[in-house]
């Protein structure tokens, strides 16, 4: 629990100002109560401008360093670079006694992940990841609709994030070999599907994945399969790929009772994108053509029909660290959450590489 006190609003400092800073957390923390966006850590001078326009307010920062000459300055650090500093810079925020969010993925490796888990502990600090993909309408909508088991006995998740990018982008860290970059769709896109899973359905007991590269020059997965088995019996099937012209259905979940199926992805990034914040009436929600489709039988009788959606609200995940930071209330993304993920990755890694099914039986 923090000292701060509750009338006054926590000071986040955010590491990265590209895609993930500029569209997600920058304006997430913006909009939510109790929180400032105090300053923002780029050295790029395009993104120094972007910076500056949107948060005149906050001061901008050359490197990390100008953070730990005086910590006390902040109360809250979002790691939002590139993948292979996550770890060393979630350190160091540790270290000079701050919480910190890592955006996901959480690390390269299961070891990296724990290394910096175990900071955390020693510290005492606040430790979270960034799995905001929890909070999308498509996932919070399926999830109500399991638990109250609307569909029976769920049999298969299918779940996918498809696009068409036929180009890899040149020098792109995302698309580079070095395994520090934590690059390709499995790390990117995987760490969401495979989150939603588990929460789903808890740790999987045997993972086999298919890792091909299609585009010429690739140097990373951007066609990629997995599939976790459930001590349940439930099957989960997630795609991602970036040579997919047509994409199939979002999400579909099959129970012996009724099938739900939801085309299109969440609105909320196209929502930031465009201007449009927490709050504005428009936030999270789509129009009813857009809506999930549901055909299921309850007490008897059959409905088949679009299911109005649970509006996505990813803002959450920054009202709920607040609190914990306040508080002493739970974590919106436990650490050991993210561990369990990136266990399931190095998983789908390994039977790719091994063409074979992996057994998880001892890590459940």
Not at 150 to 170: D, Q, T
Not at 329 to 335: F, I, N, Y
């Amino acid at each position: 629990m923090s000292s701060i006190h509750s009338n006054d609003a926590l000071r986040v400092v955010i590491i990265g100002y590209g895609h993930g800073g500029e569209v997600f957390h920058a304006p997430l923390v913006a909009s939510t109560p109790g929180m400032r966006v105090s300053a923002i850590v780029t050295s790029n001078p395009e993104r120094r401008r972007h910076a500056q326009q949107a948060f005149p307010q906050a001061e901008l920062l050359a490197s990390a360093e100008e953070i730990w000459k005086d910590p006390r300055r902040y109360d809250l650090v979002v790691v939002t670079t590139p993948n292979r500093f996550h770890v060393s810079l979630g350190i160091a925020a540790l270290q000079a006694g701050l919480p910190v969010v890592v955006d996901k993925p959480f690390a390269a490796s299961v070891a990296d992940a724990e290394r910096l888990i175990a900071v955390s502990e020693e510290t005492g600090k606040l430790l979270s990841v960034f799995h905001n993909a929890r909070w999308d309408s498509v996932f919070m909508t399926a999830r109500r609709i399991v638990e109250a088991q609307l569909l029976g006995s769920v049999a298969r998740l299918e779940s996918r994030y498809e696009r068409y990018r036929p180009v890899p982008r040149a020098n792109a860290w995302r698309e580079l070999a070095d395994f520090a970059d934590a690059g390709g769709l499995l790390y990117d896109l995987g760490s969401h599907l495979i989150d939603q899973a588990l929460l789903l359905f808890g740790f999987p007991r045997r993972v086999y994945a298919e890792m091909p590269r299609r585009r010429p020059g690739v140097e990373v997965d951007d066609d990629t399969f997995v599939s976790l088995e459930f001590a349940s019996g439930v099957h989960a099937h997630l795609w991602m790929s970036s040579v997919v012209r047509v994409p199939a259905s979002r999400l579909r979940i099959t129970g012996l009772l009724g099938t739900y199926d939801k085309w299109g992805v969440d609105p909320q990034e196209e929502m930031l994108r465009a201007g449009i914040r927490p709050g504005d009436e428009r936030w999270g929600m789509e129009p009813r053509e857009r809506w999930g489709h549901i055909s299921t039988e309850v007490s008897g009788l059959h409905f088949d029909g679009a299911i109005e959606p649970v509006r996505g609200c990813s803002e959450r995940y920054y009202a709920l660290m607040r609190d914990a930071i306040l508080t002493g209330s739970q974590l919106p993304v436990e650490p050991r959450e993210a561990l369990a993920t990136l266990q399931v990755i190095e998983a789908a890694l390994r039977s790719a590489q091994e063409h074979t099914v992996v057994e998880l039986a001892n890590l459940a």
